[in-house]
């Protein structure tokens, strides 16, 4: 069986077939998934989703691309959201310089709250960086030295140093269908460095396809597509990325792995 990590499964993307999409990831082996937090007034429709499906938790959190929207965002907010019962990441948070959709001053302060929200839960706190690899490294670096959380770097496309220094912190990388295009190859060397213990996959759907799905809507039926080239970079069969990265998830996400009796 196959966990998708990260998926974005609220809006109007899968409104109108979300049955028929989650039948397929069954279909392909898809056991269990983690639905992501992009902004805190989607989080109804979201916990709607992990109610509603034993095998569907969710996160609570603000993408970077939304921290404008959220200046007064605070931990105590974050850790009193993060109490529900399929509640078992803070996130997705981070730093991206690349669009910047919101001005970096602003995005600085609700990363923080994140942060400070995971070292009091004990919650994963899943991180979306883009062009902003110091940046990133210097916070979770810094804020780990003050109290200890676990990072995960989501749909990692940053560089090694970045890479190793989330590693360092005792953080997992996950890879999503970026592996599979063809000119990934700094990617796909990351992925190779990763140690086994520290892997997970994601589709991070509807985003990002992998190949032979690429250009089209993304969806957890696909998550299989990233296992197979992430068995052939790591020289292993599909089936012992499934099992790695199914453990590493409940090992991970432990809040979930108690549910299930892991």
């Not at 992009?38 to 969710?58: F, G, K, Q, V, Y």
């Not at 030295?145 to 190793?164: I, N, Q, R």
Request: negative net charge; aromatic residues 8%.
């Amino acid at each position: 069986m196959f966990v998708d990590s990260h998926v974005n499964l609220h809006g109007e993307r899968y409104e109108d077939d979300l049955a028929d999409v989650l039948a397929r990831a069954a279909e392909a082996r898809v056991s269990h998934m983690l639905t992501i937090s992009d902004r805190l007034d989607s989080l109804p429709a979201i916990t709607e989703i992990s109610d509603s499906h034993a095998n569907i938790w969710h996160s609570v959190g603000v993408h970077p691309h939304h921290a404008k929207d959220y200046a007064d965002l605070t931990a105590e907010r974050l850790i009193e959201l993060a109490q529900h019962p399929r509640a078992v990441g803070i996130g997705e948070c981070g730093m991206d310089f690349y669009y910047e959709y919101s001005d970096r001053d602003a995005q600085e302060p609700v990363f923080r709250a994140h942060v400070h929200a995971a070292q009091e839960t004990g919650l994963p706190l899943i991180i979306h960086t883009r062009d902003a690899d110091d940046v990133t490294g210097d916070i979770i670096s810094g804020e780990h030295s003050a109290k200890p959380f676990v990072p995960l770097m989501h749909c990692y496309t940053s560089g090694p140093d970045l890479a190793e220094r989330a590693l360092a912190l005792g953080g997992y990388v996950s890879f999503s269908g970026i592996i599979t295009f063809k000119k990934a190859d700094d990617v796909r060397a990351i992925a190779e460095m990763v140690p086994m213990d520290r892997l997970l996959i994601e589709t991070d759907c509807p985003y990002l396809a992998p190949v032979p799905h690429r250009g089209q809507r993304n969806e957890p039926a696909f998550v299989p597509h990233i296992a197979e080239k992430l068995a052939e970079i790591k020289g292993v069969d599909t089936e012992e990325i499934a099992r790695v990265t199914t453990d590493n998830f409940f090992r991970l996400f432990s809040k979930a792995g108690k549910e299930q009796g892991v």
